[in-house]
């Protein structure tokens, strides 16, 4: 067994989607090579940047926020991968149908990958990114209602191509009464269809009255 990061490093280079670039900015407050006995930095950020959940505040006034999720929350023990390319910018039918093959219905989260995260420097990544259809929601939590929570390597689960839509996915997936949150912009490159996750691990930083957070997320692979 081996440990896995599935979470980006956040810095300056981060993309944020539609291509923002005034939502994250790090600068030293003090710093030692100016004379000062210590460094300090200050972050300044939106806190959908990089890897990072979203959770039904995001679109929900009444929404669940991290206070309501205890530690057991974010570990899972059977996660479910799916490595392919979408045939078009909103995923739809072609996940269904590679779902609708999967007989065990006892998974906790679902990981996709697009392959889109190999480019995450270009352009393309936040401007073309792929996006989930509402239908996904309908169809995993009638199929597969033990899962928790959706991750995947496009930066946002609402294509750029398609926003509209992927304001009512946003609104299906974090609807308070059955959720499944959406775990954004995940780094899937150490991983493809005959990779064996056994757990994943979602750490969230905990910051109160907040409508989605920065994550650090591992996986163990192997049994």
């Known amino acids: 067994m081996k440990k896995i990061w599935l979470s980006h490093i956040i810095d300056?280079?981060?993309?944020l989607y539609g291509g923002r670039t005034e939502n994250f900015s790090i600068y030293k407050t003090s710093s030692i090579n100016e004379g000062k006995i210590a460094n300090d930095t200050r972050i300044e950020s939106t806190v959908h940047v990089s890897t990072h959940i979203d959770l039904p505040y995001h679109f929900h006034k009444n929404g669940q926020t991290v206070e309501d999720y205890d530690i057991d929350f974010w570990f899972f023990s059977k996660p479910l991968?799916?490595?392919?390319?979408?045939?078009?910018y909103i995923i739809e039918d072609d996940l269904i149908g590679i779902l609708d093959k999967i007989e065990d219905e006892g998974y906790d989260i679902l990981i996709v990958?697009?392959?889109?995260?190999?480019?995450?420097?270009?352009?393309k990544f936040w401007e073309y990114n792929y996006g989930f259809s509402p239908k996904i929601y309908d169809y995993l939590v009638n199929k597969f209602n033990s899962i928790r929570v959706i991750g995947f390597d496009s930066i946002s689960i609402s294509s750029w191509q398609g926003r509209d839509l992927g304001k009512i996915s946003h609104k299906a997936f974090l609807n308070p009464e059955n959720p499944i949150l959406i775990l954004e912009d995940m780094d899937l490159r150490s991983?493809?269809?005959?990779?064996?996750?056994s757990e994943i691990t979602i750490m969230p930083i905990r910051i109160a009255d907040c409508d989605g957070l920065p994550c650090s997320v591992y996986g163990?692979?192997?049994?």
């Open 12 to 15: 300056t280079k981060t993309p």
């Open 220 to 223: 163990v692979v192997g049994e």
């Open 113 to 123: 990958k697009t392959g889109i995260c190999h480019f995450r420097e270009e352009r």
């Open 81 to 88: 991968v799916i490595d392919f390319k979408p045939k078009n």
């Open 191 to 197: 991983i493809d269809k005959d990779t064996k996750l």
